[in-house]
């Protein structure tokens, strides 16, 4: 079956500027790459996703960047505010319910 | 935030009850899911039903049943025989299984002593 690896596990940086998710995955048929934002005590939400028949989408200060030759996505997030400070989790399906989730990485953005 | 709701947001059990989450949607989706979170595991899926009738496992399926009588609730009981059920859980749901996007609810703490 699929496996996602995410890294990091933590990242801290400064307001202003940029974070860099990373995640493996092991399945060549995995074709729907989503990533969800979870901040404290709330549900995980979509914030971007992409399919395996485009390299990179882009949405205001996000942007996710797929190589599926490598089999490997990142989560881009620039100009980093206190608001982005959340878990954010990486996932990998390809359909038929079998979406795997990443282990997630806890971003915190410092003022 | 609304459309998928979960209750109660905290549940506390002793051990050796069997308990159960409650998952009610009215997006009209078809697919409904239930996901265990654990400090840094991620999401895991427990089991997963595509149409009303139809519920198939997950990968951490043992220990725990579901239903799925009405399209828009998708209950989870805890049994006693679920080893580590203290964990957060999480319903979510798609509209069809294929078409990917899952909208998650606010997710049950249980806590089991």
């Known amino acids: 079956g699929e496996n996602v690896e995410q890294h990091p596990s933590t990242l801290s940086v400064q307001e202003g500027d940029s974070a860099v998710i990373k995640c493996t995955y092991s399945d060549s048929a995995s074709n729907y790459f989503p990533w969800y934002k979870q901040e404290l005590g709330k549900r995980p939400q979509l914030i971007i996703d992409i399919r395996s028949n485009v390299g990179e989408k882009k949405d205001q200060r996000i942007a996710v960047t797929l190589n599926k030759t490598a089999k490997h996505f990142s989560l881009h997030i620039t100009e980093t505010q206190p608001e982005d400070s959340a878990v954010y989790f990486c996932a990998a399906s390809r359909g038929n319910n079998d979406m795997r989730f990443g282990a997630g990485t806890r971003l915190t953005v410092k003022p | 935030d609304g459309g998928i709701t979960q209750s109660p947001k905290y549940l506390f059990r002793k051990e050796g009850q069997n308990v159960t989450l409650s998952c009610e949607q009215n997006l009209n989706h078809d697919a409904m899911y239930w996901y265990r979170q654990d400090p840094g595991q991620g999401l895991r899926l427990i089991y997963y039903?595509?149409?009303?009738?139809?519920?198939q496992k997950g990968d951490i399926a043992e220990g725990y049943s579901v239903s799925r009588e009405k399209k828009e609730s998708f209950p989870l009981t805890v049994t006693s025989a679920q080893k580590n059920p203290t964990a957060f859980y999480l319903c979510?749901?798609?509209?069809?299984?294929?078409?990917?996007?899952?909208?998650f609810g606010p997710g049950t703490r249980l806590t089991v002593t």
């Open positions: 979510a749901s798609s509209i069809a299984a294929d078409l990917y996007e899952q909208y």
């Open positions: 039903s595509q149409i009303v009738n139809d519920f």
